[in-house]
């Protein structure tokens, strides 16, 4: 994650309207936060991706591995059950999830760059 923030931030440094900024005598500070609200929009984007995945197989894994009760335990004994009804509502609570994080990804993004938001 560091990398890949650390790879954006160096894409947008070199751009056109950061030497403006520069050429303009902005500060060091100012520079940096037209760098870092440019480059937050991918960063965003990543980490929500990023984060869904990662909640997900972690309580998959841990309620499995150590037996816990819980949306994944619950889930993967009606996979093995052919419960037709649990795996639909775990499915589709799963994709509600991902379609509440694109969607506060989007907020984010649209304030984070007005010029999202105008599209």
């Given at each position: 994650?560091?990398?890949?923030?650390s790879?954006?931030?160096a894409?947008?440094?070199g751009?056109?309207?950061?030497?403006?900024?520069?050429?303009?005598?902005?500060?060091?500070?100012?520079?940096a936060?037209?760098v870092?609200?440019n480059?937050?929009a991918p960063?965003v984007?990543?980490?929500?991706?990023?984060v869904?995945g990662?909640?997900?197989?972690?309580?998959?894994?841990?309620?499995?591995?150590?037996?816990?009760?819980?949306?994944?335990?619950?889930t993967?004994?009606?996979?093995r059950?052919?419960?037709v009804?649990?795996v639909?509502?775990?499915?589709?609570?799963?994709?509600?999830?991902g379609?509440?994080?694109?969607?506060?990804?989007?907020?984010?993004?649209?304030?984070?760059?007005?010029?999202?938001?105008?599209?």
């Open positions: 994650m560091v990398r890949y923030a790879a954006e931030t894409a947008v440094v751009t056109d309207f950061v030497k403006l900024v520069r050429a303009n005598g902005a500060p060091p500070r100012r520079v936060a037209h870092l609200r480059a937050a960063i984007a990543l980490f929500s991706i990023r869904l990662a909640l997900l197989l972690g309580v998959y894994l841990v309620e499995a591995a150590l037996g816990m009760p819980g949306f994944g335990l619950v993967l004994e009606a996979i059950d052919r419960d009804a649990v639909l509502a775990a499915t589709l609570i799963t994709s509600l999830l379609v509440l994080g694109t969607l506060a990804e989007d907020a984010v993004t649209a304030t984070l760059d007005p010029r999202v938001g105008s599209e």
